[in-house]
């Protein structure tokens, strides 16, 4: 199946559900001239709410690349991506940073908590970015540390939590002001197998909602299974899609 | 955002105390020195700063300072008085007295001090000291008679008691210390002689004149300052022949004025604020140094931590609000832990006797505090740029 035919068919298949983000003919460059590196050409691309899709393939295919750009943390260098119905080249500035703020959550592949503050203090960061109270954004916070099994943990610092229950605070801050979007880089690669296998499983349970949109890049092939959807990339470019059952909760 | 940043710089303790630490250091050498050069030519003008009888010192025109006094005739004293607004006016005499300390004793092993000498007003004492130790200032009626500073008194005869009835020899002459009192440490250490005026020009060489200089008081309500200008005036001399200039009268300086003229002589003239200025600078420079390279590499440490907050929507300028709160506190702590550890040395040495002239201002506490507000200022300008150019998207490179 040629590439455009795989495109075709993924964005037919999203029409039934709401889309989230839509990337019609992305294109990104890095340098110029002879240095000039063509990471993503003309990425076509729906992810529907909802859903978790997995964006997966080698290193160096443009994965990260195309996250950082749906998550507006990069901008094309040619192409339109719509995130939850906003267009992003219309948002510049501040306006992008409350964007970002306010609907789409990130989970890290090395956590990037900060390492003086506890459990629910990381996790109430972006409740306090958006002007929350201290007191109150923390309190939220321990709620859902509570909902990803990390009740006991709340005041421990994050060199006193494994690696595995780091990434789980990561994806309670990632999560805590409901975000529309939740965009995951390699959430599971620092971490043992039973360690990526629990983190997925709760990813599944507590992250995908309807009307919530999760992106999870990974070459973990372990994981494959989570995934509602399979994006799979190739030299900056979308190989295939598959599409898979998967139970809800599990 | 601002506990966020506290906890994110108090919580690496390294670095968090380096910062502090390189801030502190810098705020101690830049507060002592600066506090031990204004101590040093503070003692320049502690004579002046006794002498606080008068509102006026009056001395020939080209004085500059204290120790450079030019004998005045009585005739500039009955001009001075006749001045509208001079309530008062009287002698003073300065000069230096060669001390034997031995009287009597043989010569080949006798022991010279050099000493200063303050002949003050005979009937009135205006320019005596302020607190007598041992003895009454009526007693320098007696003959011979002469007060010593305390000061002195323990520089000539180190860990003997306070005691009055010694007799010394001052330029040939026998003197007896009737009295023991305080005066403010000097910049030359001379122990310091108070005697009557008449007593005082007996210990030194005749010349044509002997007044030092004249302390006036001015009239209650006048402005010391104007009568100052008016006794300029007033003595004024016309021109020695037709078509010269007029020649200058005496110089009327207040208490202040006088301090200030002898401060700026001593600024003008030696190097103590080159020398001092030099290990501030010093001071400076490594606070810079090292507060600037540690808080950088505590930043490019936390460079990630920057970018996942940008990434998750906090704004350029909040976080230059978080990078500055850290640096500011830090400069805070390091300059309270400076300034107080160089007050601290200072009020040590000085209750330890060790004569060391020290002397903290508020405008030092205020200067200290300038130059770690620029240091602190430096020492987040890159750290600011660094995480001002940080693309968010870093946070995803792993």
């Not at chain 1, 109150?136 to 006193?160: D, F, I, M």
């Not at chain 2, 503070?42 to 010192?57: G, K, L, N, V």
């Not at chain 2, 180190?158 to 009835?165: D, H, M, R, Y």
């Given at each position: 199946m040629n590439r455009m035919t795989v495109q075709s068919i993924a964005s037919a298949t999203a029409t039934s559900l709401a889309r989230a983000v839509v990337c019609r003919g992305v294109t990104k460059d890095f340098g110029e001239g002879d240095t000039r590196v063509q990471a993503l050409r003309g990425v076509n691309l729906d992810v529907l709410g909802g859903e978790m899709t997995l964006l997966v393939g080698e290193s160096g295919c443009g994965k990260t690349t195309l996250i950082s750009i749906v998550a507006g943390l990069l901008d094309p260098t040619a192409g339109e991506v719509t995130v939850l119905g906003q267009s992003l080249r219309h948002l510049r500035g501040r306006r992008l940073v409350q964007f970002r703020g306010q609907h789409i959550g990130f989970v890290f592949q090395q956590y990037n908590l900060l390492p003086a503050l506890t459990a629910a203090e990381n996790a109430?960061?972006?409740?306090?970015?958006?002007?929350?109270?201290?007191?109150?954004?923390?309190?939220k916070a321990r709620t859902v540390?509570?909902?990803?099994?990390?009740?006991?943990?709340v005041n421990s610092l994050p060199s006193q939590l494994s690696g595995g229950q780091q990434q789980r605070v990561a994806i309670?801050?990632?999560?805590?002001?409901?975000?529309?979007l939740l965009v995951c880089d390699e959430p599971t690669a620092a971490l043992d197998a039973h360690s990526g296998q629990t983190v997925m499983q709760l990813l599944r349970?507590?992250?995908?909602?309807?009307?919530?949109?999760?992106i999870v890049v990974t070459h973990d092939n372990r994981v494959f299974g989570y995934g509602d959807r399979i994006v799979h990339m190739s030299d900056g470019t979308i190989e295939r899609v598959e599409e898979q059952t998967v139970a809800r909760g599990s | 955002m601002s506990w966020i940043a506290i906890k994110m710089l108090t919580g690496d303790r390294a670095k968090y105390l380096g910062i502090v630490a390189g801030i502190a250091f810098a705020a101690l050498l830049i507060a002592q020195q600066a506090s031990i050069a204004i101590g040093l030519l503070m003692r320049t003008t502690s004579h002046i700063q006794d002498i606080a009888d008068p509102d006026i010192w009056i001395m020939d025109p080209n004085i500059q300072f204290i120790d450079e006094l030019k004998p005045l005739t009585e005739n500039d004293l009955y001009r001075v008085r006749g001045v509208p607004g001079v309530a008062w006016a009287v002698r003073f005499y300065k000069g230096q007295g060669r001390l034997k300390l031995d009287i009597g004793g043989d010569k080949k092993k006798a022991k010279y001090q050099q000493s200063v000498v303050f002949g003050i007003d005979d009937a009135a004492f205006v320019g005596a000291p302020r607190e007598i130790v041992l003895g009454k200032l009526a007693d320098l009626r007696r003959p011979d008679a002469v007060m010593i500073d305390e000061n002195g008194y323990r520089y000539v005869w180190p860990n003997e008691p306070l005691a009055v009835g010694r007799e010394l020899e001052m330029n040939d002459r026998r003197v007896v210390i009737v009295g023991i009192c305080k005066a403010s440490e000097t910049f030359n250490t001379f122990p310091i002689f108070y005697c009557q005026y008449h007593q005082a020009i007996r210990y030194v060489p005749q010349e044509r004149k002997v007044?030092?200089?004249?302390?006036?008081?001015?009239?209650?309500?006048?402005?010391?300052?104007?009568?100052?200008?008016?006794?300029?005036?007033?003595?004024?001399?016309?021109?020695?022949?037709?078509g010269d200039p007029a020649r200058p009268g005496l110089k009327a300086m207040t208490n202040q004025q006088f301090i200030d003229s002898t401060l700026m002589y001593f600024v003008r003239r030696t190097g103590i604020v080159v020398n001092f200025g030099i290990t501030v600078s010093l001071g400076f420079f490594v606070g810079c140094a090292v507060a600037g390279q540690t808080f950088y590499s505590f930043t490019l440490e936390n460079l990630r931590q920057f970018g996942s907050l940008k990434a998750m929507g906090l704004t350029n300028r909040r976080i230059v609000g978080m990078v500055l709160t850290q640096a500011f506190l830090a400069g805070f702590i390091g300059y309270g832990l400076?300034?107080?550890?160089?007050?601290?040395?200072?009020?040590?040495?000085?209750?330890?006797?060790?004569?060391?002239?020290?002397?903290?201002?508020?405008?030092?506490?205020?200067?200290?505090?300038?130059?770690?507000?620029?240091?602190?200022?430096l020492s987040s300008f890159v750290s600011v740029i660094k995480v001002l150019v940080l693309e968010p998207a870093v946070v995803f490179r792993g």
């Amino acid at each position: 199946m040629n590439r455009m035919t795989v495109q075709s068919i993924a964005s037919a298949t999203a029409t039934s559900l709401a889309r989230a983000v839509v990337c019609r003919g992305v294109t990104k460059d890095f340098g110029e001239g002879d240095t000039r590196v063509q990471a993503l050409r003309g990425v076509n691309l729906d992810v529907l709410g909802g859903e978790m899709t997995l964006l997966v393939g080698e290193s160096g295919c443009g994965k990260t690349t195309l996250i950082s750009i749906v998550a507006g943390l990069l901008d094309p260098t040619a192409g339109e991506v719509t995130v939850l119905g906003q267009s992003l080249r219309h948002l510049r500035g501040r306006r992008l940073v409350q964007f970002r703020g306010q609907h789409i959550g990130f989970v890290f592949q090395q956590y990037n908590l900060l390492p003086a503050l506890t459990a629910a203090e990381n996790a109430a960061v972006p409740l306090i970015i958006s002007g929350r109270k201290r007191a109150e954004a923390v309190a939220k916070a321990r709620t859902v540390l509570e909902a990803v099994g990390l009740g006991s943990k709340v005041n421990s610092l994050p060199s006193q939590l494994s690696g595995g229950q780091q990434q789980r605070v990561a994806i309670a801050r990632a999560l805590v002001h409901e975000p529309k979007l939740l965009v995951c880089d390699e959430p599971t690669a620092a971490l043992d197998a039973h360690s990526g296998q629990t983190v997925m499983q709760l990813l599944r349970r507590v992250a995908v909602q309807p009307g919530r949109a999760v992106i999870v890049v990974t070459h973990d092939n372990r994981v494959f299974g989570y995934g509602d959807r399979i994006v799979h990339m190739s030299d900056g470019t979308i190989e295939r899609v598959e599409e898979q059952t998967v139970a809800r909760g599990s | 955002m601002s506990w966020i940043a506290i906890k994110m710089l108090t919580g690496d303790r390294a670095k968090y105390l380096g910062i502090v630490a390189g801030i502190a250091f810098a705020a101690l050498l830049i507060a002592q020195q600066a506090s031990i050069a204004i101590g040093l030519l503070m003692r320049t003008t502690s004579h002046i700063q006794d002498i606080a009888d008068p509102d006026i010192w009056i001395m020939d025109p080209n004085i500059q300072f204290i120790d450079e006094l030019k004998p005045l005739t009585e005739n500039d004293l009955y001009r001075v008085r006749g001045v509208p607004g001079v309530a008062w006016a009287v002698r003073f005499y300065k000069g230096q007295g060669r001390l034997k300390l031995d009287i009597g004793g043989d010569k080949k092993k006798a022991k010279y001090q050099q000493s200063v000498v303050f002949g003050i007003d005979d009937a009135a004492f205006v320019g005596a000291p302020r607190e007598i130790v041992l003895g009454k200032l009526a007693d320098l009626r007696r003959p011979d008679a002469v007060m010593i500073d305390e000061n002195g008194y323990r520089y000539v005869w180190p860990n003997e008691p306070l005691a009055v009835g010694r007799e010394l020899e001052m330029n040939d002459r026998r003197v007896v210390i009737v009295g023991i009192c305080k005066a403010s440490e000097t910049f030359n250490t001379f122990p310091i002689f108070y005697c009557q005026y008449h007593q005082a020009i007996r210990y030194v060489p005749q010349e044509r004149k002997v007044m030092s200089a004249m302390l006036a008081g001015v009239e209650p309500g006048a402005d010391a300052e104007e009568v100052c200008r008016r006794i300029q005036e007033q003595t004024a001399l016309r021109p020695a022949k037709p078509g010269d200039p007029a020649r200058p009268g005496l110089k009327a300086m207040t208490n202040q004025q006088f301090i200030d003229s002898t401060l700026m002589y001593f600024v003008r003239r030696t190097g103590i604020v080159v020398n001092f200025g030099i290990t501030v600078s010093l001071g400076f420079f490594v606070g810079c140094a090292v507060a600037g390279q540690t808080f950088y590499s505590f930043t490019l440490e936390n460079l990630r931590q920057f970018g996942s907050l940008k990434a998750m929507g906090l704004t350029n300028r909040r976080i230059v609000g978080m990078v500055l709160t850290q640096a500011f506190l830090a400069g805070f702590i390091g300059y309270g832990l400076g300034v107080g550890g160089a007050a601290l040395f200072g009020k040590a040495m000085t209750s330890s006797g060790s004569r060391l002239a020290f002397l903290m201002p508020w405008q030092v506490l205020a200067a200290t505090a300038a130059a770690i507000f620029v240091i602190v200022l430096l020492s987040s300008f890159v750290s600011v740029i660094k995480v001002l150019v940080l693309e968010p998207a870093v946070v995803f490179r792993g």
